[in-house]
């Protein structure tokens, strides 16, 4: 999903996909337009509308060349994400829905997921993305302070963010999700929990809690670079996540991946077959596919992109994993999640080799970060905010 | 012998010796065309990339000169301060040099304290303006230096380009008419000279000498003076681009004998071979036991590979014989070697040629001097590395090696060179004007206080203008401590050094902030300090790793996190364990990067 430079770019392999029945696939369509650049954002995006028509097209072409891919299996989840894909006039949604209906087999619960801007919410989008058959909004809120939201240069105020989230749950939409971004320069915790409070009236079914990260090539980070801004140290932000995992547990969420919550039965089916290592098939400029075994990134430019589908080929990365990759995957991903890491599970996959060492590597741990159960670990709330440091320890190289 | 020239060239760094010397062979027809490669007596890979001539060597040319035919003997001469010694000996095999000047740059600091020596050895001197080609050349005013330098006439400064080959039949014609055939009695008792040796893998130590009088004799029973040992010389010869064997080598002429010596050590530069049944009367004067001056640690990365570099500088010592190594451990490092060196650049060749011919991968520890240590009781004990030193309370005094530096520079740089050598605990001695624009300054200065960063420092205070030479002169009594750096209580022998007193204090400060720097925070806090004896001098706290990024973690930030994590986690395996805490290779060369 990200705008990582491509080194080796080639055209895809064919053949026949490794996606298993059982398991069903995730599809995430990738909307590459934003109308204006966030300055913490690294997501691939252009802010150049003017041939969003064609993309969308080309989207439809790729989805109809991978056919081979998808055909069989059942659609357990259709994500829209961006970019900005609320961007998308209703017309261009519904055909990508359309296609998406006449070439996929969803199951009949399948998650449909659209990634929106609050200044895009109003009752007429709503009534259409409803009508559509969307059943899931991830709704882009980040802060509801005006001043914060300004400086990200996003392009709703606090009381509009609050206003989108009160309009989607009044036009039916019962499964909401709302991103806020934490560890943020010059915003308190204080008013992290009052905006907190705020959205909390609303009851949304998820909330994804996001800690903001300096990432290469952005606006903040060259901000952080030249000293103009000095990234909130390690100690706030750490107590900041800590007091957002015990308040939203306390308010009824479960706290089941690091920057992740849900009320019960409300956890994303897409977004966890990314942590679970589940099949994802994704279509658009910079989104990445999995099968289980070989992850590939499309390239992440627009012109390149559609110029390269009108020819019928797709141009992407492809990465084959190894077995410690895989098994090394399999750890950190693991390790965000509230189950944690199961011996048995772990034994079944990767044999008891593997198993006995990662075994005697996490038996070392302090009982302060991790939490024993008979038949394996999870990490506790201070083990989670070093979990790359301890996924690391348990690593296979 | 009449047709007989010896000669040498003294050249600063970078004045293009080398590409001068490919023009001679050249144009002697030594090397065919097709022979011909870049700086053709430069042959270790090393020499060739950084453009210096490491060991020296030496070819016999001929040429035809007003009919009559010449033996010209070119001794190649090592360019850097730390071979000075070697530099000396080819000099004393000679009767002339040619004394190679940069026309775009003057007079450098090692052009003249090598031109000095050849003055002491009476050489004639021949002046060459060098890279005459370059549009930046100034002929005239570095004639003056030149004039003003040896006193020469003018006119006797031949102009001159490596690379175009201007001036190189001007040069051989000066050979041949000015510098004086060689002396010597072919029927005397034989002394030779060695002034170089190399190893052959096939047939061991070749010796390189110039024959001052008797003659040598393939199957003579052959004695070389300092070692007191005898040898049959299995193959004496003269030296053209391959060894060309002969029967006999006379007075007068330069050559080789390889006579199954496996050991380096046991051909020293300067020493005299003469015969065994018939010696000569008194060795050549002028050898001397050169002695190492720079040690450091040198420990294989992977601990399971000190055999391996056991065995790697064993065969570089067997070409290298100024190159010296003990066994020595460290808590921090393992097992490895302690090495003696000339000096810095021989340091860094060493370290090199390990990585590079030997496939070694090695950590080089703080580089120190050589100490001497007396003792209440009397004792006096060499100290090569921080270990090596007694307890405070048994220690009377030490003494420092202190050496005469001469910095050749222009006059607008005198202030900062000034206080950079003050700074370094030098003391001006003289201060004289070479020419208008080029100053000469003496200092005496300690050798420990060269070993770090005082190349660089200089070279950047005087952009580049200045040049740089040193030669030992004495060992003073110095107030020096022992620092130690301490990592949550646990010494870290691979860091200590012996410094000054006087600088101690700010070594040790920039020590633990850069260590702060260089290490990577773990799951509990880590206290870095500097400590002489048990008093602790600077501290500097490296807070525990209390938290990661929490970051998002979805489709393609997946396998860009392993692949960050598995890169961390590989550089971990490579860390060592001191006390609780782990430490990476880089922290222990923290010491050479503290001015980065």
């Given at each position: 999903m990200h705008g990582i430079p491509h080194k080796i770019i080639h055209p895809a392999a064919t053949g026949k996909p490794l996606f298993l029945p059982k398991v069903g696939l995730g599809v995430y369509i990738h909307i590459p337009f934003c109308k204006r650049a966030c300055h913490y954002c690294d997501f691939y995006f252009s802010?150049?509308?003017?041939?969003?028509?064609?993309?969308?097209?080309?989207?439809?072409?790729?989805?109809?060349?991978?056919?081979?891919?998808?055909?069989?299996?059942?659609?357990?989840?259709?994500?829209?994400?961006?970019?900005?894909?609320?961007?998308?006039?209703?017309?261009?949604?519904?055909?990508?829905?359309?296609?998406?209906?006449?070439?996929?087999?969803?199951?009949?619960?399948?998650?449909?997921?659209?990634?929106?801007?609050?200044?895009?919410?109003?009752?007429?989008?709503?009534?259409?993305?409803?009508?559509?058959?969307?059943?899931?909004?991830?709704?882009?809120?980040?802060?509801?302070?005006?001043?914060?939201?300004?400086?990200?240069?996003?392009?709703?105020?606090?009381?509009?963010?609050?206003?989108?989230?009160?309009?989607?749950?009044?036009?039916?939409?019962?499964?909401?999700?709302?991103?806020?971004?934490?560890?943020?320069?010059?915003?308190?915790?204080?008013?992290?929990?009052?905006?907190?409070?705020?959205?909390?009236?609303?009851?949304?079914?998820?909330?994804?809690?996001?800690?903001?990260?300096?990432?290469?090539?952005?606006?903040?980070?060259?901000?952080?670079?030249?000293?103009?801004?000095?990234?909130?140290?390690?100690?706030?932000?750490?107590?900041?996540?800590?007091?957002?995992?015990?308040?939203?547990?306390?308010?009824?969420?479960?706290?089941?991946?690091?920057?992740?919550?849900?009320?019960?039965?409300?956890?994303?089916?897409?977004?966890?077959?990314?942590?679970?290592?589940?099949?994802?098939?994704?279509?658009?400029?910079?989104?990445?596919?999995?099968?289980?075994?070989?992850?590939?990134?499309?390239?992440?430019?627009?012109?390149?992109?559609?110029?390269?589908?009108?020819?019928?080929?797709?141009?992407?990365?492809?990465?084959?994993?190894?077995?410690?990759?895989?098994?090394?995957?399999?750890?950190?991903?693991?390790?965000?999640?509230?189950?944690?890491?199961?011996?048995?599970?772990?034994?079944?996959?990767?044999?008891?080799?593997?198993?006995?060492?990662?075994?005697?590597?996490?038996?070392?741990?302090?009982?302060?970060?991790?939490?024993?159960?008979?038949?394996?670990?999870?990490?506790?709330?201070?083990?989670?905010?070093?979990?790359?440091?301890?996924?690391?320890?348990?690593?296979?190289? | 012998m009449d047709h007989i020239r010896n000669f040498c060239i003294i050249a600063h760094i970078d004045h293009g010796k080398s590409t001068l010397a490919d023009r001679l062979l050249q144009v002697t027809k030594t090397v065919t065309e097709r022979e011909m490669q870049d700086q053709v007596l430069d042959d270790m890979d090393l020499e060739r990339e950084r453009g210096i001539t490491i060991k020296s060597k030496a070819i016999q040319m001929e040429y035809t000169y007003k009919g009559q035919t010449y033996i010209l003997n070119l001794i190649d001469t090592p360019g850097h301060v730390d071979f000075s010694y070697e530099v000396s000996r080819s000099i004393a095999a000679c009767e002339g040099a040619l004394l190679l000047v940069d026309a775009t740059q003057g007079i450098q600091a090692q052009t003249i304290s090598n031109l000095y020596l050849a003055l002491e050895h009476d050489l004639e001197i021949i002046p060459v303006l060098n890279k005459m080609d370059l549009p930046s050349a100034m002929p005239e005013e570095v004639k003056d230096q030149i004039v003003d330098l040896i006193g020469c006439p003018r006119s006797s400064i031949i102009p001159a380009s490596g690379k175009t080959g201007q001036g190189v039949e001007d040069i051989l014609a000066a050979i041949i008419e000015r510098i004086p055939p060689p002396q010597g009695d072919p029927d005397a008792p034989l002394q030779a000279l060695v002034f170089?040796?190399?190893?052959?893998?096939?047939?061991?130590?070749?010796?390189?000498?110039?024959?001052?009088?008797?003659?040598?004799?393939?199957?003579?029973?052959?004695?070389?003076?300092?070692?007191?040992?005898?040898?049959?010389?299995?193959?004496?010869?003269?030296?053209?681009?391959?060894?060309?064997?002969?029967?006999?080598?006379?007075?007068?002429?330069?050559?080789?004998?390889?006579?199954?010596?496996?050991?380096?050590?046991?051909?020293?530069?300067?020493?005299?071979?003469?015969?065994?049944?018939?010696?000569?009367?008194?060795?050549?004067?002028?050898?001397?036991?050169?002695?190492?001056?720079?040690?450091?640690?040198?420990?294989?990365?992977?601990?399971?590979?000190?055999?391996?570099?056991?065995?790697?500088?064993?065969?570089?010592?067997?070409?290298?014989?100024?190159?010296?190594?003990?066994?020595?451990?460290?808590?921090?490092?393992?097992?490895?070697?302690?090495?003696?060196?000339?000096?810095?650049?021989?340091?860094?060749?060493v370290q090199e040629r390990l990585e590079r011919e030997f496939n070694m991968n090695v950590i080089t520890t703080v580089p120190n001097v050589s100490y001497i240590a007396y003792t209440r009781k009397g004792e006096k004990i060499t100290v090569n590395t921080p270990s090596d030193m007694p307890d405070p309370t048994q220690l009377d005094h030490i003494e420092e090696p202190f050496i005469k530096a001469q910095i050749i520079t222009k006059p607008e740089y005198i202030g900062p060179i000034m206080s950079l050598c003050m700074d370094k605990r030098g003391i001006i001695k003289n201060q004289s004007y070479l020419t208008t624009d080029r100053v000469e300054l003496i200092f005496e200065m300690p050798l420990a206080e060269i070993v770090f960063d005082f190349y660089d420092k200089l070279k950047s205070i005087s952009r580049g203008y200045a040049s740089f030479d040193y030669h030992i002169i004495d060992y003073r009594e110095s107030d020096l401590v022992k620092l130690d750096i301490l990592l949550n209580g646990d010494q870290v022998d691979a860091l200590s050094a012996l410094i000054h007193r006087s600088r101690a204090y700010h070594f040790g400060r920039r020590m633990c902030e850069k260590l702060k720097e260089l290490l990577p925070r773990q799951q509990f806090q880590i206290a870095i300090q500097a400590a002489i004896g048990s008093k602790v001098i600077a501290r500097e706290t490296l807070s525990a790793l209390r938290k990661d990024v929490t970051a998002k973690c979805y489709g393609g930030d997946i396998s860009r996190k392993r692949k960050l994590l598995e890169r961390q986690k590989e550089g971990k395996k490579r860390m060592r364990q001191i006390g609780t805490v782990e430490v990476p290779q880089q922290a222990f060369l923290a010491v050479l990067k503290l001015n980065q």
């Open positions: 802010t150049q509308l003017r041939y969003k028509k064609e993309l969308v097209q080309a989207l439809a072409r790729e989805a109809r060349l991978r056919q081979e891919e998808w055909a069989g299996a059942e659609i357990h989840s259709l994500y829209f994400g961006g970019g900005t894909p609320s961007l998308l006039e209703p017309s261009e949604l519904a055909d990508l829905l359309d296609l998406f209906h006449r070439l996929a087999n969803p199951v009949p619960e399948v998650e449909i997921t659209l990634e929106v801007n609050p200044e895009d919410v109003n009752s007429k989008n709503l009534a259409t993305w409803k009508k559509l058959g969307i059943n899931r909004l991830s709704l882009g809120l980040q802060s509801l302070q005006t001043r914060i939201l300004q400086w990200m240069n996003r392009g709703h105020s606090g009381p509009q963010g609050l206003e989108a989230l009160k309009k989607a749950g009044e036009a039916g939409f019962d499964n909401i999700n709302v991103d806020i971004i934490f560890a943020i320069p010059g915003l308190e915790l204080s008013c992290i929990l009052n905006d907190l409070r705020e959205i909390l009236k609303f009851q949304p079914t998820h909330i994804s809690c996001y800690e903001l990260t300096c990432e290469p090539r952005t606006a903040y980070a060259h901000e952080v670079k030249t000293g103009k801004i000095f990234p909130v140290e390690e100690a706030a932000s750490g107590e900041q996540f800590l007091t957002l995992s015990e308040i939203l547990e306390s308010a009824g969420y479960n706290h089941y991946e690091i920057s992740n919550y849900a009320r019960p039965g409300f956890e994303a089916i897409h977004n966890r077959r990314y942590w679970e290592g589940l099949p994802v098939l994704g279509l658009g400029p910079s989104a990445v596919s999995f099968d289980g075994r070989m992850r590939t990134q499309n390239v992440a430019h627009n012109i390149r992109y559609m110029t390269s589908l009108q020819k019928g080929v797709r141009l992407c990365e492809t990465e084959i994993l190894t077995p410690s990759a895989l098994l090394n995957e399999y750890l950190l991903t693991r390790l965000r999640l509230q189950e944690g890491l199961s011996f048995t599970a772990l034994r079944q996959r990767f044999g008891p080799d593997a198993e006995q060492r990662i075994r005697s590597r996490a038996a070392k741990w302090s009982p302060q970060v991790a939490e024993w159960r008979s038949d394996g670990f999870r990490l506790t709330r201070q083990g989670r905010l070093l979990a790359d440091h301890l996924a690391a320890d348990l690593f296979e190289i | 170089d040796s190399v190893y052959n893998s096939f047939r061991g130590i070749i010796a390189y000498y110039r024959i001052l009088n008797g003659r040598l004799r393939k199957g003579d029973k052959v004695l070389f003076m300092s070692t007191g040992k005898d040898y049959v010389a299995d193959e004496v010869g003269t030296l053209k681009l391959q060894l060309q064997p002969k029967d006999e080598v006379s007075a007068g002429d330069v050559g080789y004998i390889v006579s199954g010596i496996k050991n380096a050590r046991e051909v020293r530069v300067g020493d005299t071979i003469t015969h065994a049944e018939k010696p000569c009367d008194a060795p050549i004067k002028g050898f001397e036991n050169v002695k190492p001056m720079v040690f450091a640690g040198i420990y294989p990365v992977d601990t399971d590979d000190f055999e391996e570099l056991r065995a790697s500088l064993e065969k570089l010592q067997l070409n290298d014989a100024s190159l010296t190594f003990e066994p020595e451990t460290s808590a921090a490092l393992g097992f490895g070697f302690r090495c003696g060196f000339l000096g810095m650049l021989h340091m860094e060749i």
